[in-house]
């Protein structure tokens, strides 16, 4: 299955869409971010999230993370990262990830449409880079998605089939994808092989 002659292409696809925009870390310590674009973090976070998130801060668990966008990305790719704390008295946030001074952040929301949209893209792309149809594939998806995120299971799946047509397709769920180098969250990785 891996010899040579045997080609295989890679799609990412994400879980959660972008609120806002991708300013810059100010100030940051560890996994703690303090200032955003000359303000406090929680500021910042708090008009990205719209009022009716801000009314009631709990509501934000397991719906709006942090976005860490991949350096030198031409596709405005982004590693999603858990908000793990909000300090209101200071205005900071603490992330599950290490970041710095000068790093870009973006919040976004897990949204199950827009990762629906995302996979039917990823599936389309691949196709379209494929030099024949696919002879298996693997596809590897975050333990968020799924039946978690849109209701249904085999939806991935099934918008995998749709475009690409009935093949040897086996896969699981992940808690963090690796795509090329990268460690990843809240996605799916599918790898076809032709």
């Known amino acids: 299955m891996l010899a ?3 080609s295989v292409a ?3 696809t994400q879980g959660c869409m972008p609120l806002g925009p991708v300013p810059p870390i100010d100030e940051a310590r560890d996994t703690v971010v303090m200032v955003i674009d000359g303000r406090p973090a929680l500021a910042v976070f708090t008009e990205d ?3 009716e998130l801000t009314n009631d801060l709990r509501r934000v668990g397991g719906l709006i993370f942090a976005g860490l966008p991949v350096a ?5 790719d982004y590693l ?3 908000l793990l704390a909000i300090d209101a008295g200071r205005g900071w946030l603490v992330l599950g990830a290490e970041v710095a001074a000068g ?4 919040f976004c929301r897990r949204d199950p449409e827009s990762a629906r949209r995302d996979m039917v893209r990823m599936v389309r792309q ?3 880079r494929l030099n024949g149809p696919p002879k298996a594939g693997i596809y590897v998806s ?3 998605r799924g039946a978690a995120l849109f209701g249904d299971s085999g939806v991935e799946t099934g918008l995998i089939r749709e475009t690409l047509g009935e093949f040897p397709l086996i896969g699981f769920f992940a808690n963090g994808e690796i795509s090329r180098d990268r460690l990843y969250g809240h996605t799916g990785v599918l790898t076809l092989f032709t």
């Open 103 to 106: 790093d870009p952040i973006l």
């Open 49 to 51: 999230i719209g009022p």
């Open 10 to 12: 890679t799609g990412l």
């Open 142 to 144: 975050c333990v968020a």
């Open 72 to 76: 030198g990305s031409d596709t405005g």
């Open 80 to 82: 999603v990262r858990n």
């Open 4 to 6: 040579p002659e045997i």
């Open 126 to 128: 691949l196709a379209g």
